[in-house]
């Protein structure tokens, strides 16, 4: 019998994924059943019960990439010296993650802000999700504090201002605007860069409060 590729095998897991991805994005992690995930997959049981034994296992694969993304995409930008601004940032880390996990389903809407709408709330009941969010979400901190002191050292933010303040503020940012694709319908990445930077552009003079 001829031996299987890693890559076949990795192509797989990734057509797996994608598929469950897409039911998750669209019915939820409760409405959706295994038998929903290979259709979608377009695969047979043994297939994909080779790779997952249950929808939990697909559930948490899939928190783990979405997240992994989103850090490994803030890290590279936080390593370019001096880091792009934030509204570079931003726009360049949603499209990376909107072209992720899912993909683009039918009606060409990313999957994404759906989804992790999903991981979100399954969070509040799953621990083991839980913690990966509660990590996930520590490195982005960490790492966006760093983006932060940068932009704080170069003179182009505050010093007075805690670098972590401003942190959970850019973090928090991106979260609203994936509600709002997920809640509200499909807004272009171009309107969160824009309003990002016309944010940072307001002069507020001596005012301190």
Not at 146 to 175: F, H, K, M, N, W
Request: glycine share 8%.
């Amino acid at each position: 019998m001829a031996r299987v590729s890693q890559a076949h095998l990795d192509a797989r897991r990734r057509q797996i994924l994608d598929g469950a991805a897409r039911c998750f994005a669209r019915n939820g992690f409760h409405a959706t059943s295994m038998q929903d995930v290979l259709r979608e997959a377009g695969l047979s049981a043994g297939a994909v019960y080779r790779y997952f034994s249950s929808k939990e296992e697909l559930i948490e694969a899939i928190a783990d990439e979405a997240f992994d993304t989103i850090r490994t995409a803030f890290a590279e930008a936080a390593r370019e010296s001096p880091p792009p601004l934030p509204d570079a940032i931003i726009g360049r880390v949603v499209r990376q993650v909107y072209a992720g996990p899912g993909g683009t389903p039918e009606g060409g809407r990313p999957a994404f802000p759906r989804l992790i709408l999903q991981v979100w709330a399954e969070t509040l009941r799953n621990e083991r999700l839980s913690a990966t969010l509660d990590e996930g979400y520590a490195t982005l901190r960490a790492t966006w504090i760093e983006v932060v002191e940068s932009y704080q050292r170069a003179g182009l933010v505050r010093a007075d201002v805690p670098a972590d303040d401003i942190a959970r503020i850019l973090i928090a940012t991106v979260q609203g605007f994936i509600a709002q694709q997920a809640l509200f319908g499909e807004v272009d990445v171009e309107v969160l860069q824009r309003g990002l930077r016309a944010l940072m552009s307001m002069d507020i003079g001596d005012r301190s409060s």
